[in-house]
């Protein structure tokens, strides 16, 4: 086992993945880690689809490591996929002057699209055996660098008994993190929020599928109409720091 030191570590991380959100990205240092599990956390109409179809993008960047040759898979359980509007954005994208300016190929807005592939899961089941087959795509594409569920809690809360929801979950987890370990991936998943009652007869909006998965990803962007905050939950937004113009609390 080879001993590297900090430093080492540090200089020779890749370039982030820029989510577009000036304060987001400065505040997590680029964008998004590679090899890390990111979850967005927002009512309908939020953002999260639309963040998630830039991310596909942008990480076929040049500055990013892999450059025009990074692919994503986009795993979609609610149809909230639009490719029309992916294709407006790649659109935008190579014609903004301060990408064009960047060193490297620049790939075309076509080029772009076929490098995203879309999986269309109808069930929990369906999600589960395409993350599977996940090992057998990244043999063929060992570019996928981008893995997007779209949406995680969609799919769990498809499952009516409790505890075949959480034993799911925790499988899904599993083979995600297996993946990741051995590919170098980073997982972006969507979640909803819901009502939950709290103590004397109080209603809180959360975050659902519970703790246990808010313990395994590695942090939580939740995409609200006054702003993003970074943190896994919400009992700790009145510890906030203000970072350009989006509030940030609790990164854990």
């Not at 900090?6 to 370039?15: D, H, I, P, V």
């Not at 890390?36 to 830039?54: H, P």
């Not at 359980?77 to 790649?90: G, V, Y």
């Not at 499988?171 to 297996?178: D, I």
């Amino acid at each position: 086992m080879e001993l590297k030191s900090a430093k080492c570590l540090k200089y020779a991380k890749s370039a982030n993945i820029a989510t577009d959100i000036s304060g987001l990205d400065q505040y997590l240092n680029g964008g998004l880690q590679q090899g890390k599990v990111y979850e967005l956390v927002g009512r309908a109409g939020s953002g999260k689809t639309q963040l998630c179809m830039r991310l596909c993008l942008n990480i076929q960047l040049p500055q990013y490591e892999y450059g025009s040759e990074a692919k994503a898979i986009y795993f979609d359980t609610r149809k909230d996929f639009d490719p029309i509007r992916l294709k407006e954005l790649a659109e935008e994208l190579v014609t903004r002057p301060s990408v064009r300016q960047t060193s490297g190929l620049l790939p075309t807005a076509t080029e772009m699209l076929r490098n995203v592939f879309y999986v269309d899961c109808h069930t929990a089941a369906h999600l589960v055996a395409g993350l599977l087959n996940c090992y057998k795509y990244l043999a063929r594409e060992p570019n996928i660098k981008l893995i997007i569920v779209d949406s995680i809690s969609f799919a769990i809360r498809s499952l009516d008994n409790i505890l075949a929801r959480t034993e799911l979950l925790m499988e899904l987890h599993t083979v995600m993190r297996k993946l990741q370990m051995k590919h170098n991936l980073t997982f972006v998943l969507t979640n909803n929020l819901a009502f939950r009652r709290k103590r004397r007869r109080r209603f809180e909006l959360e975050a659902v599928l519970g703790q246990k998965h808010a313990q395994i990803i590695n942090k939580r962007i939740w995409l609200m109409k006054n702003g993003c905050f970074l943190g896994k939950w919400s009992k700790t937004k009145s510890e906030f720091l203000l970072v350009t113009h989006f509030w940030a609390f609790d990164e854990i």
